[in-house]
């Protein structure tokens, strides 16, 4: 067990976070720390102040497995910082639990800066968790309410979907990340409901792709993905041609949306 370093880990990586990006609001008191308070983070890893103090100070017993699991919780580690820190501490990090859902600051402000593009993040099993406003109006349906999964619609046809020339690879594409993603997360429930429902219901790079809207008609889009790869997650930016009819009609559902 490297003790030294697994203090400066978690000092470092206690300073990196701020308040608001965990859900902590202001009280109106003077931080005297430049990220979250030793009691914060104890608070959201459910140990003791003084438990957490003293692992900061390289003192106290080694971390067993479950206190490193919820340090990489409270701490909003990537997969491969919870990697390094299981390291640090002498253990071998076992395969994560779940799917990373949450969306970090800098991509959801990213998904703000986007008022002309439909954007969306999914994460490792397909399922939407974060997207803006034009994306809300593309797609249709509740995505906010933590059940909408591009393989669902792909595969058991559940909401408005694109049709394809190249839906055939894009199923291809679907499927093996998903193996991936059961590999990864073997114990994560939604995951396992999924691929429990595309089993019994079911008969990225830049594609274009036909939307049929209800109002606004048949759109020719462009579908291109990027990756977040420290949360297992991908950032999918829907657009038109620039000067196509499908681009004007994105700007006026985008100020629709706005």
Same mark, same amino acid.
């Given at each position: 067990?490297a003790?030294?370093?697994?203090a400066?880990?978690l000092?470092?990586r206690r300073?990196?976070l701020?308040?608001?990006?965990? *859900?902590l609001?202001a009280?109106?008191?003077?931080?005297?720390?430049p990220?979250l308070?030793?009691?914060?983070v104890a608070?959201?890893?459910?140990?003791?102040?003084?438990?957490?103090t003293?692992?900061e100070q390289a003192?106290?017993?080694?971390?067993s497995?479950?206190?490193?699991?919820?340090?990489?919780?409270a701490?909003r580690?990537t997969s491969?910082e919870?990697?390094?820190l299981?390291?640090?501490?002498?253990?071998s990090a076992p395969?994560?639990?779940?799917?990373?859902?949450r969306?970090r600051?800098?991509v959801?402000?990213?998904l703000?800066?986007?008022p002309?593009?439909?954007?969306?993040?999914?994460d490792?099993a397909?399922?939407?968790?974060a997207?803006?406003?034009?994306?809300?109006?593309?797609?249709?349906g509740d995505l906010g309410?933590g059940?909408?999964?591009l393989?669902?619609?792909?595969?058991?046809?559940?909401?408005?979907?694109?049709?394809?020339?190249?839906?055939?690879?894009f *199923?291809?594409?679907?499927v093996a990340?998903?193996r991936?993603?059961?590999?990864r997360?073997?114990?994560?429930?939604?995951?396992s409901?999924?691929?429990?429902?595309?089993h019994?219901?079911s008969?990225?790079?830049h594609?274009?792709?036909?939307?049929?809207?209800p109002?606004?008609g048949t759109?020719?889009?462009?579908?291109?993905?990027l990756l977040?790869?420290e949360?297992?997650q991908?950032?999918?930016l829907i657009t038109?041609d620039p000067g196509?009819?499908?681009?004007?009609?994105?700007y006026r559902?985008?100020?629709?949306?706005?």
């Amino acid at each position: 067990m490297a003790r030294q370093e697994l203090a400066r880990f978690l000092r470092d990586r206690r300073a990196g976070l701020r308040p608001h990006e965990i *859900g902590l609001t202001a009280t109106g008191t003077v931080r005297r720390t430049p990220g979250l308070r030793r009691e914060e983070v104890a608070e959201l890893a459910h140990m003791s102040v003084d438990y957490y103090t003293r692992l900061e100070q390289a003192r106290g017993p080694r971390p067993s497995a479950r206190i490193l699991e919820a340090l990489s919780q409270a701490l909003r580690l990537t997969s491969a910082e919870r990697s390094h820190l299981f390291r640090l501490a002498g253990s071998s990090a076992p395969p994560g639990i779940s799917a990373v859902r949450r969306v970090r600051p800098h991509v959801a402000r990213m998904l703000e800066r986007l008022p002309e593009t439909g954007a969306i993040v999914t994460d490792a099993a397909y399922g939407v968790v974060a997207w803006n406003p034009l994306a809300q109006v593309l797609l249709g349906g509740d995505l906010g309410g933590g059940t909408t999964n591009l393989a669902r619609r792909r595969f058991l046809g559940q909401g408005r979907m694109y049709e394809s020339s190249s839906a055939e690879e894009f *199923g291809h594409i679907v499927v093996a990340r998903l193996r991936r993603a059961a590999d990864r997360y073997p114990h994560d429930p939604q995951l396992s409901a999924l691929l429990a429902e595309l089993h019994v219901g079911s008969p990225p790079g830049h594609r274009t792709k036909t939307l049929h809207h209800p109002e606004a008609g048949t759109l020719r889009l462009n579908c291109d993905v990027l990756l977040v790869p420290e949360d297992d997650q991908e950032v999918v930016l829907i657009t038109a041609d620039p000067g196509s009819s499908a681009a004007r009609t994105l700007y006026r559902l985008a100020r629709q949306a706005a």
